[in-house]
């Protein structure tokens, strides 16, 4: 989807009710806008439902301050004019308030951007801004002050973040990407002290190119591979819906046939994703004009060793990554569905699904289907995409539940004679 083609009123639309759906504002709170080529500024109305707005609700504000519109635009519209004052570089606003950045917000602390790479890179440096009056000037001013230094996401103090970027899919990424960052490290927090990489780790990560493929043309898709791409489609959308990963982070792929496989695309925004979009891996060489994942070289060796595995998922479910930023290990054995899917579940040092690709497939027996990279991701493999998706889902649930008993009291496995009955009863691998 092209998001430069669409009217700024449908971009705002399509973007609150992304917001809202994922539970990061309230029917009456959070706001956006954008500022076109002609110096408009689009904005979303005030004291309308963020839960049902349309194209023909949002405000325009003209150049020499006329509001055009069936309504008032929102009342904090003063701050994001402050913005587009300071930052003429910025050309979209977004203004929320998730609970997790509310979290920050009250006890005036920032959230650690250092815990997992892609936040350092998609939210950068962020700023606090002191506390000001919703939708007054003094607020603007406070707020454009922290815009002014170089912030592209600020913090509100007592109130929530505003984050401004080139385009409203740019803000929306950073916005999505830190409320999901600070999700992750409130519950590492309940389970241990997280862990943040260095300086030289996210350089290293970020120095990374894609993987130099030769390209094929594919001629021919089989209706196999055309109802493989819709299926995988249909179940990144859900994983992306129940938030299992953000817009633009988190891989699948499904076997083919031989050393032939689909995988998704890098850097392409997931609830959008269409058959077309999936890139065919054949032997050495990708479907030509596309890019897949960074994380294809590791997809290829899982399979070539793994007869068993006909599908792979690469997310960053924030419950999972709270174990991942910590120390604590992951333990299936918590209900039997869980041991049963989950089985072992290793972790493996940060860098080495790039850095040994090799070694790292080999972890995935068949008593060892998942494996969780430190302050990176979690991978799941499976005998089919649905197989993979169910695990990932129970790893998920199991992680957060663990989570949620480390307030009511230890945690207590099932014992080792029980496993023993599970795993005779289910005929798993020892």
Known sequence: MNLDMLHPADQLVMFMERIYGYGMTTTSGG???????????????????????????????????????????????????????????????????????????????????????????????????KYGLPGSNDLGDKIAAEFMKGFNTVILENHGVVIGAKSMFDAFKSFETLDFSARLEIDANNIGTPKALTAEQIDWYKSRQDTSMDEFVAHNISSAEKAARREMCKLIKRAYNQQLFTSTQGTFSQRIDGDSFIITPTGSDRKYLEPEDIV???????????????????????????????????????????????????????????????????????????????????????????????????????????????????????????????????????????????????????
Not at 52 to 67: A, E, K, N
Not at 287 to 312: A, D, F, R, T
């Open 280 to 430: 065919k891996i054949s032997g050495d060489f990708k479907e030509m004009g596309k890019i897949p994942s960074k994380s294809v070289e590791l997809h290829k060796e899982i399979y070539k060793q793994h007869p068993h595995i006909n599908s792979i998922i690469i997310a960053h479910p924030p419950c999972i990554m709270a174990f991942a930023v910590t120390d604590e290990p992951l333990d299936s054995r918590t209900i039997p569905e869980s041991y049963i899917l989950m089985r072992k579940i290793p972790k493996l040092e940060f860098g080495a699904n790039y850095m040994k690709p090799k070694e790292t497939a080999a972890v995935f027996e068949e008593n060892t289907p998942i494996a969780i990279i430190e302050n990176d991701c979690v991978i799941v493999t499976g005998s089919d995409l649905l197989n993979a998706f169910d695990r990932l889902e129970v790893a998920e649930y199991s992680a957060k539940a663990i989570i949620a008993a480390k307030d009511l009291g230890s945690v207590v496995a099932i014992n080792d004679d029980e496993i023993s009955e599970i795993e005779d009863a289910f005929h798993l691998a020892k």
């Open 31 to 129: 706001n956006l806008s954008i500022l076109d080529d002609n110096g408009d500024i689009w904005i979303t109305p005030g004291s309308i439902d963020k839960g049902s707005l349309t194209r023909d609700d949002m405000v325009r504000i003209t150049p020499d301050g006329q509001i055009i519109g069936n309504h008032k635009p929102s009342s904090e519209y003063p701050f994001h004019q402050h913005i587009y004052k300071a930052r003429p570089d910025l050309k979209a606003v977004l203004h929320a308030h998730p609970p997790a950045l509310v979290a920050f917000s009250i006890v005036r602390k920032l959230p650690h951007t250092s815990l997992i790479p892609n936040v350092k890179f998609s939210c950068g440096e962020i700023g606090i801004a």
